[in-house]
């Protein structure tokens, strides 16, 4: 039997998220005891209530969100096969914080796990930043983030999609963000603030598809990876 490992961070009321973001709102919309009078049984129902912003939790960004471009795909106009597939996940957890990571490093990475990468493979890189951080203010600023070279480095390998464990794969140092750009260019897409401990350093199938909101331009995600 395949093994499914949940890829995807809690979504709470207090959960860090990308600073300009909407936070992350939960209430309780209606009880069982306020349901129950409607029946003439015993039955009653609950329901939560929540806000997110399209690039909250663990979500992938659309092309709108990284193009201006007024013809650029908005999360629900995106392709399925963009969100599943086959896939490694790399560590580059040694990477210092705040600094970037090159193609050197992936190079180093994608030697040391053993693995290989297909043109059309998704790819992961585990920075460890969630398991440091997850639910401090470290997790917004204290990470390694993609360079140039390590943007060259995607496109290079013909990786379809990509992710990592942080709230951008940029370096959050950077003014400049290559690597959002280079998913501009290139149409590449990305996932953030995913959980990729458990499958560092393995190749496994990807399953990712995010919420079809009309217009969004990224998508709140259930990523999983399946591992036999």
């Given at each position: 039997?395949?093994?499914?490992?949940?890829?995807?961070?809690?979504?709470?009321?207090?959960?860090?998220?990308?600073?300009?973001?909407?936070?992350?709102?939960?209430?309780?919309?209606?009880?069982?005891?306020?349901?129950?009078?409607?029946?003439?049984s015993?039955?009653?129902?609950?329901?939560?209530?929540?806000?997110?912003?399209?690039?909250?939790?663990?979500?992938?960004?659309?092309?709108?969100?990284?193009?201006?471009?007024?013809?650029?795909?908005?999360?629900?106009?995106?392709?399925?096969?963009?969100?599943?597939?086959?896939?490694?996940?790399?560590?580059?957890?040694?990477?210092?914080?705040?600094?970037?990571?090159?193609?050197?490093h992936?190079?180093?990475?994608?030697?040391?796990?053993?693995?290989?990468?297909?043109?059309?493979?998704?790819?992961?890189?585990?920075?460890?930043?969630?398991?440091?951080?997850?639910?401090?203010?470290?997790?917004?600023?204290?990470?390694a983030?993609?360079?140039?070279?390590?943007?060259?480095?995607?496109?290079?390998?013909?990786?379809?999609?990509?992710?990592?464990?942080?709230?951008?794969?940029?370096?959050?140092?950077?003014?400049?963000?290559?690597?959002?750009?280079?998913?501009?260019?290139?149409?590449?897409?990305?996932?953030?603030?995913?959980?990729?401990?458990?499958?560092?350093?393995?190749?496994?199938?990807?399953?990712?598809?995010?919420?079809?909101?009309v217009?969004?331009?990224?998508?709140?995600?259930?990523?999983?990876?399946?591992?036999?």
């Amino acid at each position: 039997m395949p093994r499914l490992i949940d890829l995807s961070q809690p979504i709470y009321e207090t959960m860090k998220v990308y600073p300009g973001h909407l936070k992350t709102v939960t209430f309780q919309h209606v009880t069982h005891e306020e349901t129950a009078p409607r029946f003439d049984s015993e039955f009653s129902f609950q329901t939560l209530g929540f806000m997110l912003n399209d690039n909250g939790p663990t979500h992938v960004d659309s092309f709108s969100h990284l193009d201006p471009d007024p013809n650029a795909l908005t999360i629900d106009q995106m392709g399925l096969d963009l969100f599943y597939g086959p896939a490694v996940c790399l560590d580059v957890s040694h990477v210092p914080e705040m600094t970037d990571i090159t193609a050197e490093h992936l190079d180093e990475a994608l030697a040391d796990s053993g693995l290989t990468i297909n043109p059309g493979d998704h790819c992961f890189f585990y920075t460890g930043t969630y398991d440091k951080y997850a639910a401090t203010n470290e997790y917004l600023t204290n990470f390694a983030g993609l360079g140039e070279s390590g943007a060259k480095w995607i496109v290079d390998k013909g990786i379809k999609t990509f992710g990592v464990d942080s709230p951008t794969p940029d370096n959050p140092t950077s003014k400049i963000y290559p690597v959002h750009l280079m998913c501009r260019y290139e149409k590449k897409t990305h996932y953030e603030n995913l959980i990729l401990t458990e499958v560092v350093g393995t190749k496994f199938t990807f399953v990712g598809f995010p919420l079809k909101v009309v217009g969004a331009h990224g998508g709140p995600t259930r990523a999983v990876a399946i591992v036999d």
